[in-house]
DNA sequence: TACAAAAATTTCGTATACAAAAAATGTTCC
DNA sequence: GGAACATTTTTTGTATACGAAATTTTTGTA
């Protein structure tokens, strides 16, 4: 009722009956779709978000967005500057330290708990997801995988039992995915493609100890992958483009 | 011109031109002085914050409460309820159990580190705050005693020199005060007066072994103070009180 | 007096309006 | 031709307005 005809081109179907909730299930919609975005790198680090222009894409006013934009900024994916608006997190090479020190303490010390808890379907669950995101890795869909690789870890801390760590390690997954656009080599994806397999292995089999050393190496793997340069691209953008 | 005479005695200078900032300082002064009244216990759990009352209180508008509401709903202090409005968390025997596990994680392992990295004018500032709230202990402030033990737990945290982990024991802290507000015990305190400084001597020390160990047993020790009953006071309030 | 239905009030959710700041663009003067 | 300044346009920050849901109060009836 209260959105009646502020959009008099799409026609008025769009924001109030096809669906969508009543609202609050909408934010969460506008929220997940922005956020994975960014961590399939649709939206790349340093790409500006206009309120403006996100108010035409999604069809609401600039407080539901603001509202968004604020959470997402919590949660460091998107960075707030004062009277310069939103743009997406380029993570520092000290934040991604941080982020990867972090992801070793919580994750491997949460594998013994996870492996003592783990269950039949949880097994079942975790090897599809592993599975999907070989498949994705295969066919060339970097995007889906890079989502589904920091899904897996999450979901893998949310077995845990403790949601307040498994929340942090959702985090620390989402801002690695966004540290892996800024710093990962091309072509060559955080996760081997086993290694998942290898480690849900473990867990199946009750030995936490082994799984917190091999999530301790995986880690370690991913982060040696990263080539720890600092770009920067203010300007000289167009200049190196059309240099020669 | 947008806040009329909200405020008719101050003079109209207070919000633009008094001393207190450009607006953004000004939020998060306000958002101060919500998160302190609910670690020190001026605002107990289950407490209503109706927007309109933070409105006047602060005097500004409801935008700007609602900023902040919103961000103290992400750090877990107050809860908001879809169309209930906001009010302070009150902690599930559960959700306690997640945080003090994530506790012994988390700043266990960071005593280590926060060994190797503690410097003279660290150990001295530590000193200082353990000071203060001993005195605050024995002068009966229970409200400054508990802000300032988790102030101490914070800034330990954040010696370590990672920002992230830093961070998540901040909120492990707030929260925790929460808890000890509604499960701990009136007159014993979360932690003893002399722990705290057992603790920075070990670090200053430089044995990060015997830190982590002592961390254990003081968080230990605080949870196991804690007594896990869920009381529920939704309509019974009055008939059990004036039931006789 | 007790219970139920309806009106009234309260309070939240969202859109919009307006002002201020920053960026971009155009203009003028040297 | 280039740099400094003014203007216009864009974009964000904040307040307010309006509508909907929930709670409370009132009132009528048994």
Chains 1, 2 share one sequence.
Not at 101 to 121: H, K, T, W, Y
Not at 220 to 236: G, W, Y
């Amino acid at each position: 009722m209260n959105q009646r005809q502020r959009e008099p081109k799409r026609g008025p179907s769009l924001s109030r009956r096809g669906k969508d909730g009543d609202g609050a299930e909408r934010q969460e919609v506008i929220y997940r779709s922005i956020s994975d975005a960014i961590i399939e790198h649709r939206l790349k680090p340093g790409a500006r978000l206009r309120e403006d222009a996100l108010t035409e894409v999604f069809g609401v006013s600039r407080t539901g967005i603001r509202k968004i934009l604020q959470r997402l900024a919590m949660e460091q994916l998107v960075t707030l500057t004062p009277r310069r608006g939103a743009s997406v997190t380029r993570p520092t090479a000290d934040e991604a330290k941080d982020v990867f020190d972090a992801r070793q303490m919580i994750e491997c010390g949460l594998m013994p708990e996870v492996a003592r808890r783990i269950s039949e379907v949880d097994v079942r669950e975790l090897r599809d997801m592993a599975r999907c995101e070989r498949q994705a890795l295969k066919d060339g869909e970097q995007s889906a995988a890079i989502k589904l690789s920091a899904a897996l870890h999450a979901r893998l801390a949310e077995i845990s039992g403790n949601a307040t760590l498994a929340d942090f390690v959702d985090r620390l997954c989402s801002r690695s995915s966004l540290i892996l656009a800024v710093y990962g080599s091309a072509g060559h994806l955080g996760c081997e493609s086993h290694d998942h397999d290898d480690l849900i292995g473990y867990l199946e089999a009750g030995n936490g100890e082994r799984a917190a050393a091999f999530m301790s190496r995986h880690l370690k793997a991913i982060e040696a992958s990263l080539s720890m340069v600092e770009e920067e691209d203010k300007a000289p953008d167009l200049h190196t483009i059309f240099s020669r």
